[in-house]
């Protein structure tokens, strides 16, 4: 099947500084990808919708300059947390999806979680 | 504003109990609803049900959806140990591009 990786698996930060999440598609062209937050004990919840070379769609409620998400290629996707605060900390996981495929066809990554002291 | 909500949030159980997850949603436009399990990391596809009334089986578990009542069931039986775990149930719906996540039922199961 499809593969999604995502790096770092794990990230612990000190507050202010800034953090990068690479998704990346491993055998297949991901033209949507989406990012979903999930803190714990609660379900995930999309933060943006991205497709390759336009700019991201982001969730209501969801800081675009403080998320700041590239999707440059069709193989790379990636979510940068800027200035990070403890209440940034969460699981933080990315999905693709192939071209002309349904959004029930999602490939999922590991996930990152984030900690900010 | 779409929304999809499962019950029980959290279940305890012992080994080789059967056991229901129950998902209800309000959508426009309905397309499907899917099942998915996490265990820690990313999420692992179970079931994508479409239709109402056909059941949708893999080994012990089984799921089936009723489009009428805007709900769907998620069955394990004889639950094992490895069965622990935090079931999403997420639906999708014509015209847009994104999946509603539920909460999420928590499901331990005691050796």
């Known amino acids: 099947g499809a ?9 612990i930060c000190k507050s202010g500084t800034s953090v990068k999440i690479e998704c990346r598609s491993l055998d297949f062209q991901a ?18 919708t991205s497709n390759e070379g336009s700019k991201a769609t982001y969730e ?27 209440e940034d900390s969460s699981f933080y996981i990315c999905s693709a999806r192939g071209r ?16 900010v002291l | 504003e779409d929304k999809v909500v499962q ?45 109402s009334g056909i059941e949708k089986k893999s080994g012990r578990l089984s799921s089936i959806l009723d489009k009428k009542e805007l709900f769907s069931i998620l069955n394990i039986t004889a639950t094992q140990t490895g069965d622990s775990a935090i079931y999403l149930c997420a639906v999708s719906n014509f015209g847009n591009e994104k999946l509603t996540f539920g909460t999420g039922t928590r499901l331990t199961i005691i050796p």
Not at chain 1, 3 to 11: D, E, K, L, N, Y
């Open chain 2, 7 to 51: 019950s029980p949030l959290s279940l305890v159980v012992h080994e080789g109990d059967t056991v229901t997850l129950n998902c209800s949603y309000e959508v426009t436009n309905f397309r499907s609803l899917l099942w998915y399990k996490q265990e820690k990391k990313a999420p692992t596809f179970l079931f994508m049900l479409t239709s």
């Open chain 1, 60 to 86: 209501q409620g969801v800081e675009k300059d403080k998320f700041l998400i590239n999707h440059a290629s069709l193989t790379l996707s990636t979510l940068t947390v800027t200035s990070a605060h403890p």
């Open chain 1, 100 to 115: 002309g495929g349904w959004v029930e066809k999602l490939f999922f990554g590991s996930g990152t979680q984030l900690s």
């Open chain 1, 31 to 48: 033209t949507t990808m989406f990012w979903y937050r999930q803190f714990p004990k609660q379900s995930l919840m999309l933060m943006a």
């Open chain 1, 3 to 11: 593969v999604v990786s995502q790096h770092p698996s794990r990230v």
